[in-house]
């Protein structure tokens, strides 16, 4: 059976006698000929202006994107300048969060250059991190939306302003979270880490860095006050894993790569705008609205304990570990000497336990709570922290200056007023 091939092309060519039929379906030919060269030629025209089209939008989008742009570049150079005479230009990851915010505010206020970076993740109430950055944008301080992860950004970020350093506090925080999602502590404690000293190696000059480790890398250590000379390879959690990981890869990259590095171990921080998934907000939330608040104990039915440092503390530790900080000595990538290593414990070294922690929030909110007592449960908290602090006075004169009853009466004032509650604590309605 011939083939439709073989029925529209004779095999013989010049014996084939065309006839009307025939004819008839050349010009039936030569008719789609005609109509498939338009057809491309439409593609190719439709093709060319959907190209066209798409360097226009990409030019758009260039110079309104949320990073990148003309307008964007200004308001990153604005917002890096220093206003007094040997300032300093940092950039602050995680500069939204808690700790962020206030250092930021800090620094700007004694007139460095200061340019924030946070993604705005969703671990806790992503509003009052958008209130914290009206409160710096208020300050002049312009914050850049995006992630650590994303190298571009970071090596933009480093081509539009040559900081003097780096305050690194962005972070997934919480022991108890890493149960339910530890794929976030990996990508933002080492992943994240990692993309943000590859990037400050690689920038010339190299910036000095000064990053948030955490008490947690204690983890089952016994000894007291905790020194940064105990032992920290015996993590309870998750969390404090990644942070103890954190440590050691910011030595490697001080080794090879010359990047002066200083860790900083926090010891539970409190203050006015501070992170909701932490005790003492908690409590302060479930007292207000007549809930039982759980209040864990550890073996024995022993109390738990914390080194609560207050914020205003914290923020003179980062301030001086940065002023402190020495200088990074490589230059693109390449080391030309040694560089400062430093590690650092930044508490209150006075200890409190969580039911005088309670005692003390009832006074201030003039409401008694509804106590739940629990055993502890094995999900990487420990009984107690306790800092010793006496390398971070030596180094940059260290002191905190704030204790507890007076911090927690700061806190109150402050969440009373964001959350809208008279002074009675009662809510208005």
């Known amino acids: 059976m011939p083939s439709i091939e073989d029925e529209l092309f004779p095999s013989t060519p010049g014996k084939f006698k065309i006839d009307r039929s025939n004819r008839q379906l050349n010009r039936c030919f030569a008719s789609t000929s005609t109509m498939f060269l338009w057809a491309l030629f439409l593609i190719a025209l439709t093709a060319s202006y ?100 994303d190298a571009k950004l970071l090596s933009k970020l480093f081509d539009v302003v040559a900081f003097t350093h780096v305050m690194h506090l962005a972070a997934q925080a919480g022991v108890r979270y890493a149960l339910e999602n530890p794929q976030s502590y990996v990508h933002s404690n080492i992943a994240g880490l990692v993309n943000l000293l ?82 003492y907000f908690s409590f302060t939330r479930n007292i207000l609205q007549g809930k039982p608040i759980t209040i864990y104990r550890g073996k024995n039915r022993v109390d738990l304990a914390r080194d609560f440092t207050f914020i205003d503390d914290i923020v003179k530790g980062c301030l001086g570990s940065l002023d402190s900080s020495g200088k990074s000595t490589g230059s693109g990538g390449k080391k030309r000497g040694s560089a400062p290593y430093r590690i650092f414990n930044l508490g209150n070294t006075s200890p409190v336990t969580v039911p005088i922690l309670v005692d003390i929030l009832e006074k201030h909110l003039k409401v008694k709570a509804k106590r739940n007592f629990v055993e502890m449960p094995g999900n990487g908290d420990v009984p107690f922290t306790h800092a010793n602090i006496s390398s971070a006075r030596k180094e940059f004169g260290y002191k905190p200056t704030t204790d507890l009853e007076t911090g927690l009466k700061k806190f109150v004032r402050w969440y009373l007023s964001y959350y809208g509650y008279n002074t009675k604590a009662k809510l208005v309605q």
């Open 50 to 149: 959907l190209s066209f089209q798409s360097f226009v939008d990409s030019g758009s989008r260039y110079l309104t994107a949320s990073w990148g742009g003309i307008q964007w570049e200004k308001q990153v150079r604005t917002s890096a300048q220093i206003h007094r005479s040997g300032g300093i230009s940092v950039l602050v990851t995680g500069a939204t969060g808690f700790v962020g915010s206030h250092v930021s505010l800090a620094l700007r206020k004694r007139g460095d250059g200061v340019v924030g970076l946070d993604n705005y993740n969703n671990y806790y109430d992503p509003s009052l991190k958008r209130a914290r950055a009206s409160l710096l944008s208020s300050r002049g301080i312009f914050v850049v939306e995006g992630d650590l992860n």
């Open 198 to 279: 590859e990037t400050c190696k690689a920038a010339n000059p190299q910036p000095a860095m000064v990053w948030a480790s955490s008490s947690s890398v204690y983890g089952l250590n016994e000894k007291v006050p905790f020194s940064e000379s105990d032992r920290t390879d015996q993590p309870a959690s998750l969390y404090a894993a990644t942070k103890k990981a954190g440590e050691e890869i910011t030595h490697t990259y001080n080794h090879i790569y010359g990047l002066a590095i200083t860790g900083l171990r926090f010891f539970t921080v409190y203050g006015p705008w501070g992170r909701p998934d932490m005790a």
